[in-house]
């Protein structure tokens, strides 16, 4: 079965870029989602079809898809970002990876 | 605005089925595809399958065997029953709106952009 695989955390200082990755075999062959899940709530899209971001998703949010990795970056970030990511890629299913925790230092 | 409702016990006895319903408020259930994900205690998403509108279904192989879907169109709900189910099945369970199609180049992409609040459900005698 496909396999989608993160760091386990990140960590940023505050206005700084963040870069999580999200790594499985020719993903850049796919399309990859991110969700952002902050404590006690349900996961929130951030990104589609590797670079699209929904309607009220703030543009410092941005996506990229190549060869094996797909990275969700994150410029300027704030303190209210600090959040468990989740990559999400079709494989005739539904494929998740494992999370990263993004931590605002 | 699309919104999503999860109901059902929050306490389930080993062995026996878990059954959840999600009702959908706010748009139509026709035209896509509903899903469930489920949420262990301090771990990561994993996606348990989803039901189109049409009424096929995908599940995740690795609960394929015990997992069911349904859908009611007239009650805007779909339901998730999961059978057997022991202290690993104990999570957060998330209903969610999937949303899938073909690019130009018949590239297939899908994602979830419309989810539930979630219901805890823990497996206990």
């Known amino acids: 079965s496909y396999e989608l695989t993160q760091p386990p955390s990140v960590s940023v200082s505050p206005g700084q870029t963040a870069s999580i990755t999200c790594f499985g075999d020719k993903l850049g062959n796919k399309y990859a989602s991110w969700y952002q899940q902050k404590p006690g709530q349900s996961p929130v899209l951030l990104i589609f079809q590797d670079k699209k971001r929904p309607p009220g998703i703030p543009e410092r949010f941005s996506g990229s898809n190549s060869g094996d990795t797909a990275t969700l970056t994150i410029s300027g970030t704030q303190a209210m970002d600090e959040a468990d990511y989740y990559c999400q890629a079709w494989d005739s299913s539904v494929v998740f990876g494992g999370g990263t925790k993004l931590t605002v230092l | 605005q699309v919104q999503l409702q999860e109901s059902g016990p929050g306490l389930v006895k080993p062995s026996e089925t878990l059954s959840l319903t999600c009702s959908v408020s706010?748009?139509?259930?026709?035209?896509?595809?509903w899903s469930w994900i489920r949420q262990p205690p301090g771990k990561g998403l994993e996606w348990i399958g989803y039901i189109s509108y049409s009424g096929s279904s995908n599940y995740n192989p690795s609960l394929k065997s015990r997992v069911t879907m349904s859908l009611d169109t007239s009650k805007k709900q779909f339901s998730l029953k999961l059978t057997s189910v022991t202290a690993a099945d104990t999570a957060v369970y998330y209903c969610?709106?999937?949303?899938?199609?073909?690019?130009?180049?018949?590239?297939?992409?899908?994602?979830?952009?419309?989810w539930g609040k979630g219901t805890t459900v823990a497996v206990s005698s």
């Open positions: 969610a709106r999937k949303f899938g199609d073909f690019d130009a180049t018949s590239h297939y992409y899908s994602y979830m952009d419309v």
């Open positions: 706010g748009g139509s259930i026709s035209n896509y595809y």
